[in-house]
């Protein structure tokens, strides 16, 4: 026996509630309509890594989603693990109007490789960023010697 399913795309629900009084009559009072949104966002793309130098603070940056009803963006970073089938951690979150997260800094010099996704206000989430590797220059305290004059950090960007 073959087993088929139908997905049914629902956009809108309308419902109507009627009362009804001891003496027989009725009131009734329409609900506003509630959408059932199933569309997933559109994915974040444009990843690139700001560095300051002087501060020695690198940031995650992409292109927010043009869908209108996002709310968040998740960050995910690769953390091998082989008894799993995906090694990518949620490490983050930010609202959907910060576009940007901001990189661990360590003592040495560090790679990551990141990916995004989306989410909108029904739950709904996009399918992830390309993947973007990147490499965090060494933690430098102020005063240790950071960037030179002139110097206004640099840009690192995938073109996804």
Wanted: proline fraction near 9%.
């Amino acid at each position: 026996m073959k087993l088929s399913r139908i997905l049914i795309a629902w956009t809108s629900i309308l419902i109507a509630v009627v009362a009804l009084s001891g003496c027989g009559s009725s009131t009734s009072s329409v609900v506003p309509v509630i959408s059932l949104d199933t569309t997933p966002p559109s994915l974040p793309d444009g990843l690139t890594q700001v560095f300051d130098p002087y501060t020695s603070t690198a940031r995650l940056t992409w292109n927010a989603s043009p869908s209108p009803d996002v709310v968040a963006y998740d960050v995910y970073m690769y953390q091998p693990d082989p008894s799993r089938e995906s090694s990518f951690d949620k490490v983050g979150e930010t609202t959907a109007d910060n576009p940007s997260w901001t990189l661990p800094t360590s003592a040495t010099a560090q790679t990551y490789s990141l990916r995004v996704r989306a989410r909108d206000a029904a739950g709904n989430a996009s399918a992830f960023s390309p993947t973007f590797t990147t490499t965090v220059p060494a933690y430098q305290p102020a005063g240790a010697g950071g960037g030179s004059s002139g110097d206004d950090g640099y840009r690192k960007r995938i073109d996804s």
